[in-house]
């Protein structure tokens, strides 16, 4: 899988919708949406800035490693 | 996607649509009649030596041989054609960057560079072919001879290059409008 935004989860714990999200970081719905559901190819630091700074959170709790070639 | 509307685009555009539909009729009408000349000479050359005949007075088996060695020969500028008419139409609409336009630039490329190599090998091609049935013997020796089509290669790998160029440029496009 490679990168796994966690977008959804950090709304969840923040108790936030995307549309208040989309509102609060000039980020229009269908680019969060795309964001959120990992079609994004790239994310500019400037979003990932706005989003953690809305979201009070670090860009370690939005975004996620995980190896699928690793050993096991 | 579709760009805005550009009279200049949309009038080269339907220039080139008619103009390659038109090149399209003119070929396959001339290839469907030339078979129907009354007299219809083959001449080959090679230094002072020249050796005529009539393609009707050809044996059956080599008259097929031969027409299906010219229509060959020319299949892949029919093929360049079409997809020329199709990029002018396409781009008529106002649909430029896509990834049909990019593959067929790509395949208008690799038709030229098959015009190119078949138009090469027509003339010994027929050479060697007359020569199997009856033909002067110094046929024998053209038969290796070849004109290399240096300008339909260099033009089709161009297309090719073009279109490869534009490929790249979909995958930036397509990259950026996935970048949040």
């Known amino acids: ?72 | 996607m579709p760009v805005p509307f550009d009279r200049a685009l949309t009038g080269w555009s339907r220039l080139l649509w008619g103009l390659a539909l038109l090149t399209l009729a003119l070929n396959v009408a001339q290839l469907s009649l030339l078979w129907f000349e009354p007299v219809l000479p083959i001449t080959l050359t090679s230094g002072d030596e020249v050796w005529s005949t009539d393609f009707h007075d050809q044996p059956r088996h080599v008259q097929i041989a031969l027409i299906a060695l010219v229509t060959g020969s020319e299949l892949p500028w029919i093929f360049a054609v079409v997809q020329i008419a199709l990029l002018g139409r396409d781009y008529m609409r106002g649909t430029v960057f896509t990834e049909n336009n990019t593959r067929r630039f790509q395949k208008i490329g690799l038709a030229l560079i098959a015009l190119g190599v078949f138009g090469s090998l027509l003339h010994p091609a027929i050479a060697a072919l007359l020569f199997a049935f009856g033909g002067a013997p110094w046929m024998a020796d053209m038969a290796p001879l070849f004109t290399l089509e240096i300008d339909y290669l260099m033009a089709g790998l161009l297309f090719f290059v073009i279109g490869k160029i534009m490929q790249r440029g979909l995958e930036l496009q397509t990259s950026d409008q996935f970048t949040i």
């Open chain 1, 1 to 72: 899988m490679g990168i796994v935004v966690n977008l959804d989860v950090m709304l969840a714990r923040r108790k936030m919708r995307l549309n208040e999200l989309s509102e609060r970081v000039g980020i229009s719905l269908p680019n969060l949406s795309i964001l959120k559901t990992g079609k994004a190819r790239a994310i500019r630091f400037s979003t990932l800035e706005a989003i953690c700074r809305e979201l009070d959170c670090q860009p370690g709790d939005i975004l996620e490693f995980v190896d699928d070639h690793g050993a096991g």
